[in-house]
């Protein structure tokens, strides 16, 4: 589906509530897309805003990788117009007879956009069991960049991280900037993220996380992973809201959790 209003445009898919374009009135596109991304069905789409949920990364075994959200099929619930310039789209998947062979639980999950001249995105798991059941998860936000080599993340500084390629804990000290293979899970990591690459600064705000991961495959890993150019690491950064290891979301019956990331 496209969206389209006097501040911004977007394209986003029913599979997945996959938000894989958003541009703001005369400005490029501030998500990055794989050129060769598979638009399949079941297939993930490699590039913009993939949802992972209810598990984020291999933390459970009995799931796909960040779980089967993101290559599940959304049902369109409505989409308003706030104002001329700003527009919410309301998706959901609801568990059913696939969800339940590989998550046995009764659940609700929403995303909501609102587009405007920031673009946020509201996350909403309700458990409608009636037993709790634990999430992981994730906006996995690939942001297009001018170059890999251009660019600072700042407001994680002095954070601890866990770098999962060394499977080490470390304290960031200062800014961050990538010049190799990049896998960074942020903690406590609540105040607002800046993303400066050259002339252009992008902000992220997040509410319902406090853990945030940095990645960057780099030129080896690239070549292995699927829907990637050999030089595409180069164009794009992730910079992911989540809940994820101590962060993880514990949801009672009748109960939710709102995930959401502001971005500007």
């Known amino acids: 589906m496209e969206i389209k209003n006097n501040n911004a445009s977007v394209k986003i898919a029913l599979q997945g509530a996959h938000i894989y374009e958003y541009k703001r009135k005369g400005e490029e596109d501030l998500l990055w897309l794989s050129d060769i991304s598979d638009f399949e069905e ?7 805003i993939p949802i992972c949920w209810p598990s984020f990364g291999m933390n459970n ?5 960040h779980g089967f959200a993101r290559t ?7 989409t308003k117009e706030i104002d001329v310039g700003t527009t919410q789209v ?4 609801a568990d059913n007879a696939s969800t339940r062979k590989l998550w046995n639980h009764k659940f609700e999950l929403d995303v909501m956009f609102t587009i405007s001249s920031t673009l946020k995105i509201e996350l909403k798991t309700t458990n409608l069991d009636t037993k709790d059941f634990t999430i992981t998860q994730a906006l996995h936000s690939y942001f297009s960049i001018s170059d890999i080599r251009n660019i600072k993340i700042k407001g994680l ?6 770098d999962a390629l060394q499977e080490k804990n470390f304290l960031q000290k ?13 903690q406590e990591a609540n105040e607002e993220i800046v993303l400066e690459d050259n002339s252009k600064k992008v902000h992220l705000k997040s509410l319902g996380s406090s853990s945030v991961v940095v990645w960057n495959p780099w030129v080896e890993k690239t070549k292995r992973m699927s829907a990637m150019k050999e030089d595409d690491y180069k164009n794009f950064v992730c910079i ?17 959790h709102t995930l959401s990331v502001e971005i500007r």
């Not at 079941?42 to 913009?48: C, L, N, P, V």
């Not at 075994?61 to 990788?65: D, F, G, I």
């Not at 599940?72 to 409505?78: D, G, L, N, R, T």
């Open 42 to 48: 079941g297939k993930a789409i490699r590039g913009g």
């Open 61 to 65: 075994a009995s799931l796909p990788q």
């Open 72 to 78: 599940s099929m959304f049902e369109h619930i409505y």
């Open 90 to 93: 309301l998706l959901r998947l």
């Open 157 to 162: 500084e002095n954070k601890l991280y866990f």
């Open 174 to 186: 200062g800014i961050i900037e990538i010049n190799e293979e990049f896998d960074n899970v942020y």
């Open 240 to 256: 992911e809201t989540a809940n994820a290891f101590e962060d993880f979301k514990l949801i009672k019956p009748k109960e939710s």
